[in-house]
């Protein structure tokens, strides 16, 4: 039970990071006007900070990995 709970909150980071991700390279976000109710508006705007959060956390640790490089 608890490795399914773990894996289901690593697959919503990836999704959110993802999301964070499209938002960056073309400006695209979910309209969360849309949403009718205020607080579940709120909830999703946490969860899409969280994955930009976790998204530049990624660009930091892979850019100070030898592993990878800098392609402009």
């Given amino acids: 039970m608890f490795g399914k709970l773990v894996h ?3 697959d919503a980071i990836l999704i959110s990071a993802f ?3 499209v938002k960056r390279t073309t400006g695209l976000t ?3 006007s849309q949403v009718p109710n205020k ?3 709120q909830l999703l705007r946490s969860y899409l900070e969280f994955g930009e959060y976790a998204f530049d956390f990624a660009v930091v640790f892979f850019g ?3 592993s990878f490089e800098r392609v402009r």
């Fill in 30 to 32: 979910p309209k969360l």
């Fill in 19 to 21: 999301l964070a991700g």
């Fill in 8 to 10: 289901l909150g690593f």
């Fill in 39 to 41: 607080d579940v508006r």
């Fill in 64 to 66: 100070r990995s030898a």
